[in-house]
């Protein structure tokens, strides 16, 4: 009875399995088509200096366009298939160039903010990712002092030293290093110390319950107090609600992302509201 149990079960699992594989691969095959027809497209997430209330940066973030002109599904589901399938480097050049040149439009305007660019751990792991990077934001004469890398830690913890090399020679080019997610994966305190970052961000996971519970408070007000201790800029994501933004305020955070302050934008919408910020400092 137990053998026979066992059996359908396997035969359930195995089903669920295969359907899954099914669905990955085709899954897998859209992204590769809407890749090469320019179907991801960056977005746009302003980041906002706490004191002033001004734009001081933006994240390019990925967007899958369906057919209809709607969002499709999420990078927390394409970026990682994406990762496995080697579909990464063609998603990462396709963002990067289109990013880059909506950059530069904002630049030859007078928009000063930076911009946020987010690079998953293949790409970085990658010989040629230091000389890429360089290369498309040069061809496109975009300044690397405007761009902000986000690493995050799974990053750092595969090859220590070749990482610091890396993080250096971009340092050196003029790009700022950001740590993204800082609080989730390993949150070891060494590599604050072993690399060179200019910001850390703090991850959602901090902010979204600040205001209710004592204890992230508590990891919150540590993180952002260490952090300015060793010198780098701090970055709140995911705010929300205006208690959150209050209680960042309180602890010093400097700057803050999330939907209380705007949601990630095409690059129209975007350009609007840099055009309206623009003419207020005019
Ligand atoms: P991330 O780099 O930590 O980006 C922040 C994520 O938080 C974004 O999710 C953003 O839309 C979301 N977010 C911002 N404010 C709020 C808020 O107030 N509430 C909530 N609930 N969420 C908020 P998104 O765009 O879905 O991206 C997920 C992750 O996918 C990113 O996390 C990043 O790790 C990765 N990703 C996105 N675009 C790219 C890309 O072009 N290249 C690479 N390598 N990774 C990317
Ligand atoms: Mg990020
Ligand atoms: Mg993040
Ligand atoms: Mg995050």
């Known amino acids: 009875y137990k053998a026979k149990k066992q059996g359908i079960n396997m035969a359930l699992f195995s089903h669920e399995m295969t359907q899954h594989a099914t669905e ?5 095959n859209k992204l590769k088509s809407a890749i090469s027809q320019g179907m991801i497209q960056p ?18 973030l ?5 057919e209809d002109g709607s969002i ?10 994406s990762e496995d399938s080697g579909l990464i480097w063609a998603l990462s050049e396709t963002m990067i160039a289109q990013a880059a040149k909506a950059i530069q439009g904002w630049l030859e305007q007078g928009v000063k903010i930076r911009f946020s660019v987010n690079v998953s751990a293949k790409q970085f792991a990658e010989d040629e990712f230091c000389a890429q990077m360089m290369e ?6 975009v300044t690397p002092q405007s761009v902000q890398i986000e690493l995050t830690e799974s990053v750092l913890i595969q090859n220590t030293e070749k990482s610091l090399e890396k993080i250096q020679m971009l340092k050196s ?22 690399f060179p970052f200019d910001t850390l961000k ?27 201790d060793l010198k780098l800029t701090v970055v709140a994501e995911g705010i929300e609600t ?21 949601e990630p934008m095409a690059q129209d919408q975007l350009s609007e509201q840099l055009k309206v910020v623009n003419s207020k400092k005019a």
């Open 202 to 228: 703090v991850d959602r996971a901090f902010v979204t319950d600040i205001f209710h519970d004592e204890r992230k408070f508590s990891v919150a007000k540590s993180i952002i107090n260490l952090a300015h």
């Open 173 to 194: 080019a003029g790009f700022k290093i950001a740590l993204d997610d800082f609080g989730t994966g390993y949150s070891s305190l060494q590599y604050l110390t072993q």
């Open 43 to 60: 977005h746009y997430q302003p980041l906002i200096d706490l004191s002033s209330n001004e734009i001081v940066g933006v994240e390019v």
């Open 24 to 28: 990955m691969v085709d899954l897998h």
């Open 62 to 66: 990925a967007r899958w366009i369906t």
């Open 136 to 141: 498309q934001f040069r061809r496109l004469s």
């Open 242 to 262: 205006e208690e959150q933004r209050r209680v960042l305020v309180e602890l010093g955070c400097d700057i803050g992302q999330g939907f209380l302050f705007s």
């Open 72 to 81: 499709g599904p999420s990078p927390a589901v394409f970026i990682p298939l």
